[in-house]
């Protein structure tokens, strides 16, 4: 059973920092690419940064400078490391796995709110 457990979010004022983590199991870790991605009320979900097996990463222009993603493939954890947060930064963060092949693999965590607010 495939498992994508997210933490570290909460509410944090406008210039703050927070941590992302997600804890992946029942996948090869090593070979999956693996991102972030949030969901704003009333908005579709989008990309915050991915991460590939190779380490090569990717992020909205919205983010560039301002979020790190990196991956620890010993302990299957991927992280989002936030800082200089806005208010527009608020959304509920998902991790995601992803495999291509002749078969997508495709997995999403449950997701972890996260509130930029005075």
């Known amino acids: 059973q495939v498992q994508l457990v997210e933490s570290g979010g909460g509410l944090v004022q406008p210039g703050g920092s927070l941590r992302l983590s997600c804890t992946a199991s029942?996948?090869?870790?090593?070979?999956?690419?693996m991102g972030w991605y949030r969901q704003a009320p009333g908005k579709q979900r989008e990309l915050v940064a991915t991460i590939t097996k190779g380490g090569s990463t990717n992020y909205a222009d919205s983010v560039k400078g301002r979020f790190i993603i990196s991956r620890e493939d010993a302990k299957n954890t991927v992280d989002l490391q936030m800082s200089s947060l806005q208010p527009e930064d608020t959304a509920v963060y998902y991790c995601n796995a992803r495999l291509y092949g002749i078969i997508l693999r495709d997995y999403w965590g449950q997701g972890t709110q996260v509130t930029v607010s005075s």
């Open positions: 029942g996948i090869g870790f090593s070979v999956y690419s």
